[in-house]
């Protein structure tokens, strides 16, 4: 009978320390399940800043601008030996492009969390502000005619600046970068020159806008998984 009281007060003390184990146990599974489930939520449920409309409508500005920058090199510029896209004239042209001040657009890195796409937002609106201002400024210097492609190209730069801007998860407002690009605009060749090198530039970033945009189609953890483009 002894033997048997014996047995049960063991059962019952093994009981007793199982039961905080499990309770533990349980409470550990949980933080780690919560924890999965906030990480694995798409950023745009976490923070609402681009929508897939949103990301469709600026694929298609960024498609145009990039179809339309050529367009406007040939019709705004009669230099040959200005070529778009050609590596020896961007290392010929590099020296002007440090004398004129014409300032670098911004690196575009790779989305990975929200804190890097409120980065990446802010420098795309900063790149398509200083572009859009460069080319205002060339098209007043009177060494060189402003053409209708000009024109329709700053119109698409403006209209996707706007649609960033106004999705932008930030309440602060982007600043018109200065420069002094008009004192160098002395002669056609030298305007024709800071024409092309904005251009060039413009089709070099807007080709990393495109890869941003891509991106934030295809990374459910970025965007909402069904904004496919």
């Given at each position: 009978?002894?033997?048997?009281?014996?047995?049960?007060?063991?059962?019952?003390?093994?009981?007793?320390?199982?039961?905080?184990?499990?309770?533990?146990?349980?409470?550990?599974?949980?933080?780690v399940t919560l924890v999965g489930i906030v990480a694995s939520a798409p950023i745009s449920?976490?923070?609402?800043?681009?929508?897939?409309?949103?990301?469709?409508?600026?694929?298609?500005?960024?498609?145009?601008?990039?179809?339309?920058?050529?367009?406007?090199?040939?019709?705004?510029?009669?230099?040959?030996?200005?070529?778009?896209?050609?590596?020896?004239?961007?290392?010929?042209?590099?020296?002007?492009?440090?004398?004129?001040?014409?300032?670098?657009?911004?690196?575009?890195?790779?989305?990975?969390?929200?804190?890097?796409?409120?980065?990446?937002?802010?420098?795309?609106?900063?790149?398509?502000?200083?572009?859009?201002?460069?080319?205002?400024?060339?098209?007043?210097?009177?060494?060189?005619?402003?053409?209708?492609?000009?024109?329709?190209?700053?119109?698409?730069?403006?209209?996707?600046?706007?649609?960033?801007?106004?999705?932008?998860?930030?309440?602060?407002?982007?600043?018109?970068?200065?420069?002094?690009?008009?004192?160098?605009?002395?002669?056609?060749?030298?305007?024709?020159?800071?024409a092309h090198l904005t251009l060039q530039q413009l089709q070099d970033f807007s080709r990393?806008?495109?890869?941003?945009?891509?991106?934030?189609?295809?990374?459910?953890?970025?965007?909402?998984?069904?904004?496919?483009?």
């Open positions: 009978m002894m033997g048997l009281c014996y047995c049960c007060s063991l059962v019952t003390l093994r009981i007793f320390f199982l039961i905080p184990v499990v309770i533990m146990n349980f409470q550990a599974t949980l933080l449920d976490k923070l609402d800043i681009m929508n897939k409309d949103t990301i469709e409508k600026a694929h298609s500005l960024i498609k145009k601008i990039l179809q339309d920058i050529p367009t406007t090199h040939a019709a705004w510029i009669n230099n040959k030996s200005l070529i778009l896209g050609d590596s020896k004239t961007r290392l010929e042209l590099e020296f002007l492009k440090k004398d004129m001040n014409i300032p670098y657009a911004p690196v575009l890195q790779n989305i990975s969390e929200i804190s890097s796409m409120k980065t990446c937002l802010a420098n795309i609106t900063k790149g398509l502000q200083l572009h859009l201002n460069l080319l205002k400024a060339i098209s007043k210097a009177t060494t060189l005619a402003q053409t209708d492609e000009v024109k329709d190209l700053q119109a698409e730069i403006q209209e996707l600046w706007d649609l960033i801007e106004e999705n932008q998860a930030s309440d602060e407002q982007s600043q018109t970068l200065e420069h002094d690009l008009a004192k160098h605009l002395t002669s056609e060749y030298m305007t024709q020159v800071a990393d806008i495109l890869r941003i945009i891509l991106s934030m189609a295809e990374n459910p953890n970025t965007v909402h998984p069904a904004a496919g483009l």
